[in-house]
C-alpha cells in the first residue's frame, strides 16, 4: 500500500511563490506518472502537472510558465514549484501516483490534499 502525504500549502499574496512537495511511504520509481491535481470549491479536480519516470513532463495551460515539477526517485519526493501565483490557483492540491504511462489519467493513488490560498 502507497501513500502519498503533501506539504508545503499555505497562504500567499499574488506574484508570490509556494513549493509543494509529495512524499510516497514507497518507492515512486515503481509509478511511471506522478501528478499533480488541484479542486477549488464548486469545481472539478483539475490536472495541474505531471511526470513521468523518464522525466517527461506535462502542464495544464493556466500554469504553464509559472508552475514547475520535479521528481527525486531517490528521495521518493515529488516537487511541485509554483511561481507568480495567482488568485485563481487557490484551490486544494492532491499529488497522485498511476502505474499507467499516461499523464492526466485521473487514476491510481492520492494523498489528501493540501491547501494553497492567494490572496491579498
Known amino acids: 500500500q502507497v501513500r502519498l502525504v503533501e506539504s508545503g500549502g499555505g497562504s500567499v499574496q499574488p506574484g508570490g511563490s509556494l513549493r509543494l512537495s509529495c512524499s510516497a511511504s514507497?518507492?515512486?520509481?515503481?509509478?511511471?506518472?506522478m501528478q499533480w491535481y488541484r479542486q477549488a470549491p464548486g469545481n472539478q479536480r483539475e490536472p495541474v502537472a505531471g511526470?513521468?519516470?523518464?522525466?517527461?513532463?506535462k502542464y495544464a495551460e493556466s500554469v504553464k510558465g509559472r508552475f514547475t515539477i520535479s521528481r527525486d526517485n531517490a528521495k521518493n519526493t515529488v516537487i511541485l514549484q509554483m511561481n507568480s501565483l495567482k488568485p485563481e490557483d487557490t484551490a486544494v492540491y492532491y499529488c497522485?501516483?498511476?502505474?499507467?504511462?499516461?499523464?492526466?489519467?485521473?487514476?491510481?493513488?492520492w494523498g489528501q490534499g493540501t491547501q494553497v490560498t492567494v490572496s491579498s
Open positions: 497522485n501516483a498511476d502505474l499507467s504511462t499516461l499523464l492526466f489519467r485521473g487514476l491510481g493513488y
Open positions: 514507497g518507492s515512486i520509481f515503481s509509478f511511471n506518472t
Open positions: 511526470i513521468t519516470v523518464g522525466d517527461i513532463t
